[in-house]
C-alpha cells in the first residue's frame, strides 16, 4: 500500500534560519503530493501541491519538489517566521483522486 | 472560513450519551471524509463518502456511526463512546480527481468522560 514517511520533530530553529522538513513516499503509478500545515487549535490547511514528478509546488515562501527518482517530497523555506510554527503534514494521493494518505507530521517551533 | 464547517467545536460527553457530528461543505465537492487525530499518533481516516455513498470503512468500532445524507452535509452519530475515543476529529471534502486536494474542516474536539 502506500505510504508517507516523514522527519519526527519537533524541529526547532530561530527566526530567519533555513527549514527543510523531510518526506518520502511508497506509492504505485504516478501519485499527487501535498503538504498541509495546521495551527494550533485549527484543522489543517493545504500549504502547497505538486501533481506529477518534476514540479515544484509553492507558496507563503515554502517550496517541495516531487522527486520521483528519490520518491521524495522534502518542504524548504529560506527565512523561517515565528508564525510558522504549526504542525507540517506530507501527504499523497492516490491514482484514483479517492484516498490521501498522510505522514506522521512534523512540528516546527520558531523562536525569535 | 475554510469551506467546510464543524459544529460544534468542542463537545464533552459521558459514555452513556448519544451525540452527533456535523460537517457542511458548499465547495460542490463530491466525496466527504471523517478523520480522526489523536495526541501523537497520525491521523486514521475513519470513513469515505463518494457521491453519498460510503467507500471505505477502516475498521472503524459500530460505536461510530456515519451519515452522509446528500452531497454537502456528513454526520458522525456517536454512541457509548470509551475514554480513548477522546480526540479532535475532522470532517474533509474533496472533488473526486488527482489535481485537487482535501479541505478540511477546524474539526470538533471531542472529550469523553
Known amino acids: 500500500g502506500n505510504s508517507v514517511t516523514q522527519m519526527e520533530g519537533p524541529v526547532t530553529l530561530s527566526e530567519e534560519a533555513f527549514l527543510t522538513i523531510n518526506c518520502t513516499y511508497t506509492a504505485t503509478g504516478y501519485p499527487s503530493l501535498f503538504w498541509y500545515v495546521q495551527y494550533p487549535g485549527e484543522g489543517l490547511q493545504l500549504l502547497l501541491k505538486a501533481t506529477k514528478a518534476d514540479d515544484k509546488g509553492s507558496n507563503k515562501g515554502f517550496e517541495a519538489t516531487y522527486r520521483k527518482e528519490t520518491t521524495s517530497f522534502h518542504l524548504e523555506k529560506g527565512s523561517v517566521q515565528v508564525s510558522d510554527s504549526a504542525v507540517y503534514f506530507c501527504a499523497l494521493l492516490n491514482n484514483a483522486g479517492n484516498m490521501l494518505t498522510f505522514g506522521g507530521g512534523t512540528r516546527l517551533m520558531v523562536k525569535p | 472560513e475554510t469551506g467546510v464547517t464543524q459544529t460544534p467545536r468542542h463537545l464533552v460527553m459521558g459514555m452513556t450519551n448519544k451525540k452527533s457530528l456535523k460537517c457542511e461543505q458548499h465547495l460542490g465537492h463530491n466525496a466527504m471524509y471523517w478523520y480522526k487525530q489523536s495526541a501523537k499518533k497520525p491521523l486514521e481516516l475513519m470513513f469515505v463518502y463518494s457521491l453519498e455513498e460510503r467507500v471505505e470503512n477502516n475498521s472503524v468500532p459500530s460505536r461510530f456511526s456515519p451519515e452522509c445524507p446528500n452531497s454537502s452535509h456528513l454526520f458522525l452519530h456517536l454512541h457509548t463512546l470509551q475514554p480513548e475515543d477522546s480526540a479532535l476529529y475532522l470532517c474533509?471534502?474533496?472533488?473526486?480527481?488527482?489535481?485537487?486536494?482535501?479541505?478540511f474542516g477546524s474539526g470538533t474536539r471531542l472529550t469523553v468522560v
Open positions: 474533509a471534502s474533496s472533488q473526486d480527481n488527482r489535481q485537487g486536494g482535501y479541505t
